[in-house]
């Protein structure tokens, strides 16, 4: 089945059998492999990945869903001609990566929510990354360095 969408910006089509997830078309078909498989039951939140601005299981998501979508990977977080983008640098920063393999997962769901809510509360990013499983940081760095994004976000005054 050809599958056609937009990846980090670009437009993709890819010929993929119709049953596999979209964790698979990305780390098998298209050589994506920031995207982690972890759990493969949509709990651990390593997989996760932007798809038209919302934060999904891509292991849960059937490749075909994504036909004519927007999706977003680790890989497309980064502005084009940077090595890293200003919430990866604040992860490295604030002590937020430790073993890695969570980290993509978490970068998404910050990105994710910082774009629906630009100033969230300690609480609100608490919220948003219940869905993403770390088992070194004991997640204050992660929230750290989303909280210190948030602000460098802000216009200055």
Known sequence: MLIEFTLNGAPVAVDAPADISLLTLLREHLNLTGTKEGCEIGECGACSVIVDGLLVNSCLMLAPKVAGRAVTTIEGVTPPGDELSDLQRNFIDHGAVQCGFCTPGMVLAGEALLAQ??????????????????????????????EATAIGRQPSK
Do not use: H
């Open 117 to 146: 809510n630009p100033q969230p509360s300690r609480e609100e990013i608490r919220t948003a990354l219940s869905g993403n499983l770390c088992r070194c940081t004991g997640y204050q760095q992660i929230i750290d360095a989303i």
